[in-house]
């Protein structure tokens, strides 16, 4: 796939084409040098596109500094943090107005603003979060507020008023998405979606650095 082929991840029809493309595979190419990659690979995003690019490990390992290209091209971290003690009230989770019970939500620097979307049957969909909402649950989570703009996201989900969150890389946000789309059946989605989101969370859990409890003290 050519980078002029690369999905605009600030829009739903953005999301949509990297959700429907083929998955890379062994024998495919970097999007920025042309070197064959396995199925298994890095991703780096133009910020300024909002394009998510797959590519070799060397490739990714040029913008995995700070002022890289001037900003313009950040590999996609690798890091996976979860919270136990993440507190989130009834209040705050339907200040965010998201009608479902997952989503995830990153800072957008081109825009200067955090955007929210949830996974949904027709991909990712996004909700416009009200002046403050987010702010609020920062200041109740200290210990997430480090996430990176543009390329590391906050997922929670929800579950009987308790939220789970996780500080992920942003394709595992869209990974999650596709199983969403691929697997829903019917109005309430049908019990083989469900199974998938429930190993995909249990695997999420496992592969997590726990953030200790202190940063809410």
């Known amino acids: ?19 429907d493309r083929p998955r890379k595979r062994v024998g495919e190419h970097c999007e920025m040098c042309s070197e064959p990659i396995a199925e298994t690979h890095s991703h780096v ?4 596109s909002r394009n998510l690019m797959c590519v070799c490990r060397a490739c990714y390992l040029l913008f995995t500094h700070q002022g890289a290209a001037q900003g313009r091209y950040l590999a996609v971290p690798e890091r996976y943090l979860y919270d136990p ?11 965010l107005q998201i009608p479902v019970n997952m ?7 081109e825009m200067e603003r955090m955007a929210g979307f949830y996974p949904s049957p ?14 609020n649950v920062i200041a109740a989570n200290p210990g997430f507020s ?6 590391e996201a906050l997922l929670l989900r929800r579950a009987e008023e308790r ?13 999650l998405v596709g199983l969403v789309k691929m697997h829903w059946r019917g109005f309430s989605g049908g019990e083989v979606v469900w199974n998938e989101i429930d190993r995909f969370f249990t ?6 650095k726990r953030v200790e409890s202190s940063v809410h003290q």
Do not use: H
Request: glycine letters at 4%; charged letters at 20%; proline letters at 6%.
């Open 203 to 208: 695997t999420l859990e496992e592969r997590s």
């Open 163 to 175: 939220t789970a969150c996780y500080l992920v890389p942003i394709d595992a946000c869209y990974e």
């Open 103 to 109: 989503a995830f939500f990153f800072m957008n620097s």
């Open 1 to 19: 796939m050519s980078s002029t082929d690369t999905p605009n991840l600030s829009s739903p029809e953005g999301l949509k084409r990297f959700l």
């Open 146 to 151: 480090s996430a990176t703009p543009d390329v």
């Open 122 to 135: 027709a991909g990712a969909t996004e909700s416009l979060l009200p002046l403050g909402a987010w702010e």
């Open 85 to 95: 003690d993440f507190a989130l009230t009834t209040d705050q989770w339907e200040d």
């Open 45 to 48: 995003v133009n910020v300024q």
